[in-house]
């Protein structure tokens, strides 16, 4: 990990802008290309720094008055373009 790497994970640790493009978006922050950033995640799932990718939503946000609840498992290699 280098110190690009740290930014990211800052960037990331509260949450993935919620856009057509996140890692588009995040890439430009960081002044990287978005086939980098998504380089960078899965090396650091390869190496065991980032454990799992989900998404967590507050019902509110989503118009809903309960929780629906899904689990399932995704590689991270699958969102390279």
């Avoid at 994970?9 to 002044?31: R, S």
């Avoid at 086939?35 to 065991?48: D, F, H, P, T």
């Amino acid at each position: 990990m280098d110190k690009t790497d740290i930014k990211l994970l800052k960037l990331t640790q509260d949450g993935i802008p919620i856009l057509p493009e996140p890692f588009k978006h995040i890439a430009g922050e960081l002044g990287l290309s978005e086939k980098e950033i998504l380089e960078r995640l899965n090396n650091m799932v390869k190496e065991g720094v980032i454990r799992r990718f989900g998404a967590l939503s507050g019902t509110g946000q989503l118009g809903l008055r309960q929780m629906p609840c899904a689990h399932g498992t995704f590689r991270m290699k699958k969102w390279k373009k």
